[in-house]
């Protein structure tokens, strides 16, 4: 066959492990000898089982002349290769692409003739892994994954590349999200959440590795994770590799000095040979998955209420072995995109006004939680701080000049029940408790506003009406609410003084009497001196 000039060929279907990993030594399967080939893979990825089979047989002549022959049955490959009755073999111009290679098409086809495997081997990660001993022929190489990537002709010692192997990437084995977070520790991983201000939550990397990227060996995994002000980092729970937990890992967990970010990096080689002739053997295995577990606690004041959340972002990357002995490790020249996990909290307001909708102060609620107080916070809400006393908080809060309580720091979808202990200074205490739903909301601007209405009988209605005898209008400048309850306080009635009318009414008589006496007297006068 003119047009194929090289002795091996070779189809090599791989997926790599995301490893920083480091070659040892050689790894050889067979035995050389005088007049017989090899084919090295120069990226074996550890743990995985490669295997050769041999296409056709082939000569060569004294002047490198090759022919290529088969007893096989090539029908199925018609389109791509062609025999005629003394075997010799052809490929056709369908096999072959504009740079006179061959096509993925005719790769394909060739798997499927390709028989038994003449020499199998799992790498162990060291590299090459040679395959020794071989026959002159055509070969198709392909790896434990089973996927063909190319098909190449050499000379009889030939080196091929494991071309089928994945860059290392984000997990995608759930939501296509390599970043995710659990309010309960791990029992539920989602893309977002919601939680109390102190609550604790547990963050979740997901990574698949490879031992190669850009055809080069991985010599480290470096992780970086940004926590937003809201959330405080916690620890590292866990690193695990493949399943199993490794700790030869660093960190640089001070976020206060970067910027709320840290850090981690896996070591993914073993480094051997000298120093003037290191060798790099990878660590783990191919497509090894890397999970990062660490936790983080919500700052009821420093966190995002509502709008976007409070957004976790981690990113990775990785860096080669050195090209010379002692020298730097060079970085990957691609990107891998962010991942995102956000966390949310909320906030609800309690409005006190009169039954004329103006602002009342002085009211004091009772909580079914703690809270701290507003001198503490940014924007004058108190802040979600459990269900437990401690110094500095309370459950009681009192409305202040404008009426408006603020509460934040809250899970969404909660009922919050609140009881009046104290209403302000002449007006009427309210009969029952009152209920308020912790809502989410999507508003991006720290302005909101509610409006209520009062009707006749002083009630609070959502509904307009000509007969409402008041408008009330809740508005906060510094913080997305979520929900309001407006509460009505009624003046009370004045009450009868002591002796009231029933002391007045008969002075008013008396006077009458005495009056009209009076009058009875001077006309019987009149009439006598008649």
């Known amino acids: 066959m003119k047009n194929v000039k090289k002795l091996l060929a070779v189809v090599l279907a791989a997926a790599m492990v995301f490893a920083f990993s480091v070659t040892a030594f050689a790894q050889t399967e067979g035995t050389a000898a005088e007049g017989k080939g090899s084919i090295s893979i120069s990226n074996p990825s550890k743990g995985v089982e490669y295997k050769v089979y041999k296409i056709f047989d082939a000569t060569v002549g004294a002047k490198g002349e090759i022919n290529y022959t088969t007893d096989k049955d090539i029908t199925s490959i018609a389109t791509y290769f062609t025999k005629d009755t003394a075997g010799n073999i052809t490929a056709t111009a369908a096999a072959k692409d504009s740079e006179g290679k061959l096509t993925a098409e005719a790769v394909t086809a060739l798997a499927g003739i390709k028989g038994d495997a003449v020499k199998t081997a799992t790498s162990d990660g060291s590299t090459p892994l040679t395959f020794a001993g071989l026959d002159y022929g055509y070969y198709y190489v392909e790896s434990g994954l089973g996927t063909a990537v190319s098909v190449d002709s050499t000379k009889p010692n030939v080196t091929i590349t494991d071309k089928n192997s994945k860059d290392p990437h984000w997990d995608d084995d759930h939501s296509e999200n390599g970043k995710l977070v659990s309010k309960d520790g791990g029992e539920t991983w989602v893309d977002s959440t919601s939680v109390n201000a102190g609550d604790t939550v547990t963050f979740k990397l997901d990574i698949t590795s490879s031992n190669y990227a850009e055809g080069k060996q991985i010599a480290n995994?470096?992780?970086?994770?940004?926590?937003?002000?809201?959330?405080?980092?916690?620890?590292?729970?866990?690193?695990?590799?493949?399943?199993?937990?490794?700790?030869?890992?660093?960190?640089?967990?001070?976020?206060?000095?970067?910027?709320?970010?840290?850090?981690?990096?896996?070591?993914?080689?073993?480094?051997?040979?000298?120093?003037?002739?290191?060798?790099?053997?990878?660590?783990?295995?191919?497509?090894?998955?890397?999970?990062?577990?660490?936790?983080?606690?919500?700052?009821?004041?420093?966190?995002?209420?509502?709008?976007?959340?409070?957004?976790?972002?981690?990113?990775?990357?990785?860096?080669?072995?050195?090209?010379?002995?002692?020298?730097?490790?060079?970085?990957?020249?691609?990107?891998?995109?962010?991942?995102?996990?956000?966390?949310?909290?909320?906030?609800?307001?309690?409005?006190?006004?009169?039954?004329?909708?103006?602002?009342?102060?002085?009211?004091?609620?009772?909580?079914?939680f703690y809270v701290n107080s507003t001198a503490d916070t940014t924007d004058g809400a108190y802040i979600y701080a459990g269900t437990t006393a401690g110094e500095g908080l309370t459950n009681e809060v009192t409305s202040p000049e404008n009426g408006l309580?603020?509460?934040?720091?809250?899970?969404?979808?909660?009922?919050?029940?609140?009881?009046?202990?104290?209403?302000?200074?002449?007006?009427?205490?309210?009969?029952?408790?009152?209920?308020?739903?912790?809502?989410?909301?999507?508003?991006?601007?720290?302005?909101?506003?509610?409006?209520?209405?009062?009707?006749?009988?002083?009630?609070?209605?959502?509904?307009?009406?000509?007969?409402?005898?008041?408008?009330?209008?809740?508005?906060?400048?510094?913080?997305?609410?979520?929900?309001?309850?407006?509460?009505?306080?009624?003046?009370?009635?004045?009450?009868?003084?002591?002796?009231?009318?029933?002391?007045t009414i008969f002075y008013i008589i008396g006077a009458i009497l005495v009056f009209g006496a009076g009058v009875v007297l001077i006309t019987r006068r009149r009439m006598s001196a008649q």
């Open 405 to 503: 309580i603020v509460i934040k720091g809250l899970e969404e979808g909660k009922s919050v029940t609140v009881t009046e202990k104290t209403a302000p200074d002449g007006y009427n205490k309210i009969d029952g408790d009152i209920t308020v739903a912790v809502v989410k909301t999507t508003e991006t601007t720290t302005t909101t506003t509610f409006t209520k209405y009062i009707d006749a009988d002083g009630n609070v209605t959502d509904t307009q009406s000509d007969t409402n005898k008041a408008t009330v209008t809740i508005t906060d400048n510094n913080i997305v609410i979520g929900s309001a309850q407006v509460v009505v306080n009624k003046a009370g009635q004045e009450l009868p003084e002591t002796g009231g009318m029933g002391t």
């Open 221 to 368: 995994f470096i992780i970086t994770d940004d926590l937003p002000d809201g959330l405080t980092f916690g620890q590292i729970s866990s690193v695990k590799v493949g399943g199993t937990s490794v700790t030869d890992y660093t960190a640089n967990t001070n976020t206060a000095a970067t910027d709320g970010k840290f850090s981690i990096t896996i070591p993914w080689v073993t480094v051997g040979g000298t120093e003037t002739e290191p060798t790099y053997t990878s660590k783990y295995a191919a497509n090894a998955k890397i999970e990062i577990l660490y936790t983080a606690t919500l700052d009821g004041d420093k966190a995002v209420i509502a709008q976007t959340g409070n957004i976790n972002e981690a990113d990775f990357t990785w860096n080669y072995v050195p090209t010379t002995p002692g020298g730097e490790n060079p970085e990957p020249d691609m990107d891998i995109e962010t991942e995102k996990a956000t966390v949310f909290t909320y906030a609800f307001a309690l409005k006190k006004v009169d039954q004329d909708g103006k602002d009342l102060k002085g009211a004091v609620f009772t909580l079914p």
